[in-house]
């Protein structure tokens, strides 16, 4: 009876099993599917001379001495409930004030350090960078502090809910804007880091320094007025603030940006006039053209979900920005090692007056030209990866025509999986079956990239690897190219691997690759001994 009984639970655990299966999968269908379509249905109607009605009772809700006198009840509440987080919170701003004045004289001689020609070494520019976040972190954190004290002191649909969604909101946009306002400080990365321009970084750090306090006020009124929990103040005086919001974006966009005297292109074609790149001014004055249309047709909900993705891919991009000019300034310190090395072996060479002395400099002495021109083209070429990435990653979830390319199927590989299975004695029994993998155009699409990237790697690692070879090795232009070769047919293994492995191509069907490939580095050993002799 035992033994029938726990047949008959085993039975019922795998159909619950097998129906909870079925109702994730089922779930996980519909949460796609309204992903996919929530976007492109309006959540409003057209503006109408009733939102004038909506926005004056919104705006006396805001002001409503109830309303404040109900929040700062909770507030005081909540301080005398937990008062160490308040004294921390205020410890910690005190301390930031004081080191606010020293910071920047610190910023001040590190640049003056960076600017010195003979300055070989990135401590200058990574302690300016580690400052530039410590200034630009206090207010952002100080505003995240009240949202998070306040959110957890109010109650539902109060004037402390909204608040704290908008200080919520502007401690991001104030930490994304402060930041760069602090990387263009007379004596910060900018222009004693990285030499860009110094007119055109006083005049992007002018237009910045207005941009923080009004994108602040800004995030913080749009953040509070989608946050009332009445859905007609939030398309009524929600949606006027957000379209203020993009004129103003706009504005900002049109200071920085113009193509006839906007600073950013002095800054990112300081060889050129970048004219062929000033067509993204009129795309992204487009861009904010359509969210405010969006916005004003109805659609005030897809253009809050699209800016937010707009925003965090700006941030990224600046970041990648930032990155890849950290990068050149390494560079820069590099090349000028190598070449005061190069000119003090040369006159140990000269001084020698040996002719196998000058010799054997010649021979381990590294192109610069080369190697920077490669280096340079490895670093554009990374970030532009890094950036496209990130954009994919952000924006496929929220744009269908993304996605769709996952649901085209090329063809289907299929593979030998071993499944564990119990029966109904309590045995377990290995079984092995067929599964079929779909191959989409989407897979299809990262293999390309992947091989791409591989390829771009492999043309322009060897001057990067010869940088770093000189630093550590003092080698031969012969063991440098042994290495390299190397390096690259390294490469070559991977982004073959991984390429066929986005395709469902798995490692034991690619095996011949690298058996075919450690064979080459081999031949060219031998050539090339063979042609010393």
Request: some cysteine.
């Amino acid at each position: 009876a035992m033994i029938d009984d726990l047949g008959g639970y085993t039975n019922q655990l795998a159909s619950l099993q097998a129906k909870e299966t079925e109702l994730v999968e089922r779930t996980r269908e519909f949460s796609d599917f309204i992903n996919e379509n929530v976007l492109w249905i309006r959540s409003g109607a057209l503006p109408a001379l009733s939102d004038a009605t909506q926005i004056h009772a919104a705006l006396r809700w805001f002001i409503s001495p109830e309303e404040w006198r109900h929040f700062l009840s909770d507030l005081k509440f909540d301080v005398h409930r937990y008062p160490l987080d308040y004294l921390g919170a205020l410890l910690v701003g005190c301390i930031a004030l004081i080191l606010h004045w020293r910071l920047q004289g610190t910023l001040k001689h590190l640049g003056e350090q960076a600017g010195n020609r003979l300055c070989r070494t990135m401590r200058p520019t990574i302690d300016a960078l580690l400052i530039c976040i410590v200034l630009s972190a206090p207010l952002a954190l100080a505003l995240l502090f009240l949202e998070w004290r306040i959110y957890d002191a109010a109650s539902d649909g109060t004037l402390a809910v909204a608040l704290s969604r908008g200080f919520f909101g502007a401690g991001f946009v104030v930490l994304s804007v402060q930041f760069p306002r602090w990387c263009l400080h007379p004596d910060s990365l900018a222009p004693s880091h990285f030499g860009w321009n110094p007119r055109a970084v006083a005049k992007l750090r002018r237009h910045v320094a207005w941009l923080a306090p009004a994108a602040a006020l800004a995030a913080f009124s749009i953040g509070a007025a989608v946050n009332t929990d009445n859905d007609l103040w939030t398309e009524s005086l929600g949606r006027l603030l957000y379209v203020a919001a993009i004129v103003m974006a706009a504005f900002f966009l049109h200071a920085v940006a113009n193509p006839k005297s906007g600073p950013l292109w002095d800054i990112l074609f300081p060889e050129s006039s970048g004219r062929a790149f000033r067509w993204t001014y009129f795309v992204m004055q487009g861009i904010n053209l359509l969210l405010a249309a969006g916005a004003i047709y109805g659609y005030f909900y897809t253009a809050m979900r699209l800016s937010i993705r707009l925003h965090a891919t700006v941030c990224f991009a600046g970041a990648v920005f930032l990155g890849y000019h950290i990068a050149l300034r390494w560079l820069l310190l590099a090349k000028r090692r190598l070449a005061m090395e190069q000119a003090r072996r040369r006159r140990e060479a000269q001084k020698a007056e040996s002719s196998e002395a000058l010799m054997q400099h010649e021979e381990s002495a590294i192109d610069i030209a080369r190697v920077d021109e490669q280096t340079r083209r490895l670093m554009r070429g990374t970030a532009l990866i890094a950036i496209g990435a990130s954009a994919w990653f952000l924006w496929a979830q929220e744009i269908p025509a993304l996605g769709v390319l996952d649901r085209v199927t090329l063809w289907e590989n299929t593979s030998i999986v071993a499944e564990t299975k119990t029966n109904a004695d309590g045995q377990t029994a290995t079984v092995e079956h067929e599964v079929a993998k779909p191959v989409t155009l989407g897979n299809l699409a990262l293999a390309a990239v992947i091989a791409l990237v591989s390829l771009a790697f492999v043309r322009n690692l060897p001057g990067f690897v010869d940088i770093l070879l000189h630093r550590r090795m003092h080698l031969m232009a012969g063991e440098r190219n042994a290495v390299t070769t190397i390096v690259r047919y390294a490469l070559v293994l991977l982004g073959g691997v991984l390429t066929f492995n986005a395709i469902g191509v798995g490692w034991e069907k690619v095996q011949w690759l690298a058996a075919a490939l450690s064979l080459g580095p081999g031949f060219g050993r031998s050539e090339e001994h063979t042609s010393e002799l």
